[in-house]
């Protein structure tokens, strides 16, 4: 679906858009579509229990006296209330509408909004920004679909005056799209399709964007002695690798980079200690964090973010075979610290454990922010409206949060602390992958990465509830949800640019 943005006209085919807030009051351009269709708008908000809430959708088909084929009026709420997340939601919610409808094109009107905190050209931004991430699909597989269940809608104009500041504002939400799309992509591709080196291998393409790009393989890990990483991929009969991208965007700086870590298990079987056969289908998207900071590294270099950012991802595949880690193997990570693996399943942590100690050491990064779809036991506590923030800095949970209201990516801070930490002491090596009982397994989770931290300031998102959705929402088709790109690129555009 193509985004553009133009002068304020009713179009003279296709469907038309226009707005009203709460207690049902039109706004100018849907007055105006009110005469223009004889009062046909008003009549069908009569009708209907349409009030202008914020995400509410009234659609009147055929209207007479235009040449248009349907004419759509979306609920902003109340106008001081409306933020960017409100003006997305709007978007979202017209193309979640029209995409497969049949209709080809849309025109949606935004005015100026009396009250409202946001410029006409602001709300146009977010409108398309909304759109454009609600116009996601991954239909790739589908040979057989019938023509009426494709996407129909080719082309999403926002009517604005001042259409060239609005596009202006659209340009740098348009490159983060990209990378959330990419994210959504990696998410959604089987396991026997992305696997370690054809991960790999799709970041390699970012370097068309000016992003610096190294892959390790298997020799070059185990020479910086990453025996934890690689315990977990040695069950499979494909290669572990150790992907590290950097975007120097303030090349003139003096201060270390920021550091994002992800968790890339291309497929987690659970190893030895299998999972259940049902459900594990989900395990293709075990390389959320992975795939999360590879469209983050999209984005802040389509954006050219002006910073200092290095990616770092590990992808292995957690497969039980004759050469697998069995449970009560010891490891010694690069760390030097020694990890008895009670658990197969709890393979993420060993493969951060050693992505999170190379980062710190290799880079003196400012922080190191990892992403990882590290436990069911988070999606227990928090389900799927908050990532678990663990942390050993107040500073940037504080910063994690905000930017989590402002994109809508929430994260809910957890505790930690000794008496969990004790909990992962090993008889007979220095730590052991799993808790002693089953309590607080995210928790526990955590305390293993921070034993790899090394004192750098440091959240660890755990984000298995959130990279992948089973329904529609407002912005994020079900399916790979691409979490954690907005999040981070607002942190990094709010606090580490220029
Ligand atoms: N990848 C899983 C966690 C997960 C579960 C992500 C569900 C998304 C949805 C992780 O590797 C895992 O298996 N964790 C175990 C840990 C346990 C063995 C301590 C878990 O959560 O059961
Ligand atoms: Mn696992
Ligand atoms: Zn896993």
Redesign the pocket.
Known sequence: MKIAFAAPSIPGSGAYVVTAHDDGALSPAAKALDERTGGAIVRAIKAGRFKGSRGQVLEVLAPSGLGISRALVVGLGKPGDLDPLGAQAAGGAVVGRLLTSGETAVAFAVDHVEGASLSPADIAANVAYGARLRSYRFDKYHTKKKPEELPSLVKFTVVVAREAEARKAFAPLDKIADGIFLTRDLVSEPANIIYPESLAKEAKALEKLGVKVEILGEAQMAKLGMGALLGVGQGSARDSQLLVMQWNGAPRSKEGPLAFVGKG?TF?T?GI?I?PAGGME??KW?MGGAGTVIGLMKALAGRKAKCNVVCVAGLVENMPSGTAQRPGDVVTSMSGQTIEVL?T????RLVLADALWYTQGRFKPRFMIDLA?????I?VSLGHEYAGLFSNDDTLSERLAAAGKATGEGVWRMPMGDAYDKQINSDIADMQN?GGDRVA?SIT?AQFLQRFVNGVPWVHLDI?GM?WTKKDQATVPKGGTGYGVRLLDRLVADHYEG
């Open positions: 298990v987690d659970g200690s999972k989900d395990m075990d658990n399943d709890a393979e993420g779809t590290l436990t069911g036991a999606i799993i397994g989770a298995a990279a």
